[in-house]
């Protein structure tokens, strides 16, 4: 199965939060999930730590290398950039990441959060998001019990699942 590829600066280990969410399922494809995960105007439709999305430089509304876009998530109002964009594409997985950002100085949180969609053997699709962060607001996540960024992504890859269940009906 493939990995994450990460940027200098967010290596999990290295960072001051790291939260990790997997879900292998059947009957679905990357090619289901794609638009679902691809086009973050969505997001808010399945996922409802997830409002607010806007796009800049008149582009959107699906993600795409460098693209710069808007969104609110865990009380954070984040900037983000799209570092990784890559398709789904039989026998390569798709991948999506951005580099997000929120507040400033002490309280800048900087986040690499990052997407891999692999079709498995025998109709199963992998969803693996992991996110690692850095800043004082990071550190406070880290310690939070339970973590708010293991619950709220796994609320998210469900939602994502439902939503592409939900539209193959």
């Known amino acids: 199965m493939s990995d994450i590829i990460w940027p200098a600066g967010y290596v999990p280990g290295f960072t001051d939060n790291f939260c990790s969410n997997e879900v292998i399922v059947t009957g679905l494809t990357a090619a289901d999930i794609w638009p679902f995960l691809n ?30 876009f808007f969104f609110s998530t865990f009380g954070f ?64 996540l880290a310690k939070a019990v339970p973590n708010p960024m293991i619950n709220g992504h796994q609320e998210w890859l469900d939602g994502l699942i439902a939503a592409a269940r939900a539209s193959k009906a």
């Open 39 to 68: 086009q973050p105007e969505r997001w808010p439709t399945y996922y409802k730590n997830s409002a607010d999305v806007r796009f800049y430089d008149g582009k959107g509304p699906a993600l795409e290398n460098g693209l710069r």
């Open 77 to 140: 109002p984040v900037e983000s950039r799209v570092v990784e964009h890559v398709a789904p594409v039989k026998g390569q997985p798709a991948r999506v990441a951005w580099h997000g950002w929120s507040g400033e100085g002490d309280n800048r949180l900087d986040v690499h959060h990052a997407w891999l969609i692999e079709d498995l053997s025998e109709g199963r699709v992998r969803i693996l998001t992991q996110e690692t962060q850095n800043g004082a607001p990071a550190k406070e």
